[in-house]
């Protein structure tokens, strides 16, 4: 890498690590967490997932992605049954906001502890809908709506109101990246394109319902 490209890449790497630490709120990365020029974690300065996640757009998108998450029942269900999102609304957010901050822009270490602490909690969050249905947050099923409903939003925030205009290829190489993650925290076929990723969301379209659960996610 140039010097002017490791200057570009210390400039998106602290203007990305800051804004997901905004969104983190009080769960926000340490230093000894974030990644650095020995350590770039999963993806590095030149990855999609920086420029994307490190954008202000993120704030938009990580708002859409939990709301659009909350459409499927079954996921919200587990969200509704086991999380005290009700008293504490803007706590989701912010969790949501430091595992992306330390999947993104977080040392080897940290997105690694970060997907292990997500399979941990995941396994113990179980149970019956109100429609009788069961669920499971290890469900690679719901796993893969949750990343796609994600990813979707964070490209879309990143198109509407991102700081430049992604290529398609750049899309692809986000949809690709982002891939990885969520494979470290049971996610299976998972789309690697921009064109399956829509095709993936339109998958869902006939699971999702607007249930009370989900209506009240957004008051």
Not at 26 to 31: I, K
Not at 50 to 79: C, E, K, T, Y
Request: net charge negative.
């Amino acid at each position: 890498m140039t010097v002017i490209g490791e200057a570009i890449g210390a400039a998106q790497r602290i203007g990305g690590q800051a804004m997901m630490n905004l969104i983190a709120g009080d769960e926000r990365l340490s230093p000894s967490e974030l990644a650095s020029s020995f350590d770039p974690g999963l993806f590095g300065p030149e990855s999609m997932m920086w420029r994307v996640n490190g954008d202000p757009s993120a704030l938009i998108g990580g708002i859409r992605s939990l709301l659009f998450q909350s459409l499927h029942p079954l996921a919200m269900a587990g969200v509704d049954e086991h999380s005290n999102y009700r008293d504490d609304p803007w706590g989701r957010l912010n969790r949501t906001g430091r595992f992306v901050a330390a999947t993104t822009f977080g040392s080897t270490d940290a997105a690694h502890q970060a997907m292990q602490v997500v399979r941990s909690v995941h396994r113990s969050v179980e149970g019956i809908d109100a429609q009788g249905r069961p669920y499971a947050a290890s469900d690679p099923h719901l796993l893969r709506w949750v990343h796609v409903a994600q990813v979707d939003s964070f490209l879309e925030a990143f198109r509407r109101h991102g700081s430049c205009r992604l290529t398609h290829e750049e899309e692809d190489r986000y949809v690709l990246e982002s891939a990885v993650v969520s494979r470290g925290i049971g996610a299976t076929h998972l789309p690697e394109t921009v064109d399956r990723l829509r095709s993936c969301v339109d998958d869902y379209r006939n699971e999702l319902e607007s249930t009370p659960e989900a209506r009240a996610a957004v008051r």
